[in-house]
């Protein structure tokens, strides 16, 4: 298998999860579920054991997705809890406006407080998201560019149905 192909782990109605190399992709169309969060975990944990240098993130909220009610949130800080010492980085790309927007922000924040040392931002584009990612994979010692992972990205969009 191509380790630059993208791999399409789960693509279900409400939220898809890939992966690219030591990135896994995961994209939340409607509000992240608890099941979500624990098959990203599942994923994140498998991914962190082929990959020992570590890996990425990247999370895509759609702007139909509500966000994650308080058990969520916990579960999401849970599994980043766990596994932050494996993750090189995190972007979280929201596409909500206004009031969502500063919402998605308090919750990414408080992720980074949760795990300190790890590189955290957040992108209101594709673009944005994909180059702010790959700029920090190959400033850790993996270069990326942000090309194969914008497609991958794009990709597994296409391929997660929506349910609303």
């Not at 932050?84 to 980085?89: D, N, R, S, V």
């Not at 308090?106 to 407080?113: C, D, H, P, R, T």
């Not at 594709?126 to 990612?133: F, G, P, S, Y």
């Amino acid at each position: 298998m191509d380790p630059l192909a993208p791999l399409v782990i789960a693509s279900e109605p409400g939220f898809g999860i890939a992966t690219l190399g030591p990135t896994v992709i995961l994209v939340w169309r409607a509000r992240p579920t608890l099941s979500g969060v624990r098959a990203v975990r599942e994923v994140m944990t498998r991914m962190s054991g082929l990959h020992e240098d570590g890996i990425a993130l990247l999370v895509v909220l759609e702007r139909h997705a509500a966000l994650p009610d308080a058990p969520v949130r916990e579960a999401m800080i849970g599994a980043v809890r766990s596994l932050g010492h494996k993750l090189l980085a995190m972007v979280a790309l929201h596409e909500h406006t206004g009031f969502a927007a500063a919402a998605v922000r308090s919750v990414v924040v408080g992720l980074a407080l949760v795990t300190r040392a790890l590189p955290l931002s957040v992108a209101s584009t594709e673009i944005e998201a994909c180059t702010r990612l790959s700029a920090e994979l190959s400033r850790r010692g993996h270069p990326t560019t942000s090309g194969p992972l914008l497609a991958a990205l794009r990709g597994l969009r296409a391929s997660t149905p929506s349910d609303f």
